[in-house]
């Protein structure tokens, strides 16, 4: 079960351009809300490479073949690689196609008029990346946090204290009424996180 997001603004108009925020194994009903909605992607945008985040690409570029993806400058080898993106077990390994453009740390993007900032948040992987619009008070943060939990951190690229940095530096630094939407589990915000969450406190 993982959190995939279609991220489009609020206004009702054709032709809202949209971002695909990770691509799971099922990216089928993003697909049709896409269509349903009459928005346009722009770009599919990576907080990370694992499998249960990337499988979906390949469908989804057979709908929009020249869909830029994005990921963090330190994992741009993970799609293409089943040991890096941890589906080398599976009977199927996954070959994701690979990404057109890196992020990094401070990078600033913009989706119709709406900056987001790129928050390097690392440890689950070596590439996290956490979304954040601060208008909306929202931030996408792929594995790094959870609703009263964190990303795990014993994959070989995984490391612990980097991930617990992280989220204090780039996530906890946030307003407490910040959204924070995750890769699995329910929404949650920062300000319960930080006063709440067993693994990480402020």
């Known amino acids: 079960m993982t959190n995939c ?60 073949p020249d869909l830029p993806i994005v990921i963090h400058e330190a994992e741009r080898e993970f799609p293409a690689d089943p040991a890096l993106n941890l589906s080398i077990a599976l009977t199927e390994p996954v070959v994701a196609p690979p990404p057109t453009g890196l992020l990094q740390h401070g990078q600033k993007l913009e989706l119709d ?21 601060p208008d ?27 991930l617990l940095q992280g989220i204090r530096t780039q996530l906890y630094t946030l307003p407490d009424t910040t959204r924070v939407l995750s890769g699995h589990g329910p929404p949650t915000t920062i300000g319960h996180e930080r006063a709440h969450n067993p693994y990480v406190r402020a």
Not at 125 to 132: A, F, H, I, M, T
């Open 113 to 133: 008029g709406l900056a987001f900032e790129v928050r390097h948040t690392p440890g689950h992987s070596p590439g996290g990346v956490s979304l954040y619009q």
């Open 136 to 162: 909306a008070a929202v931030v996408l943060v792929g594995d790094a946090l959870f609703a009263g939990g964190i990303g795990r951190f014993d994959f070989p690229t995984s490391d612990e204290e980097t």
């Open 5 to 64: 997001y279609v991220v489009h603004p609020a206004a009702q108009r054709p032709d809202r351009p949209c971002w695909i925020v990770d691509a799971g194994f099922d990216p089928e009903p993003m697909i049709r809300y896409i269509q349903q909605h009459k928005l346009t992607p722009s770009q599919v945008v990576l907080t990370h490479a694992h499998v249960d985040h990337i499988a979906g690409l390949e469908t989804i570029r057979q709908h929009w």
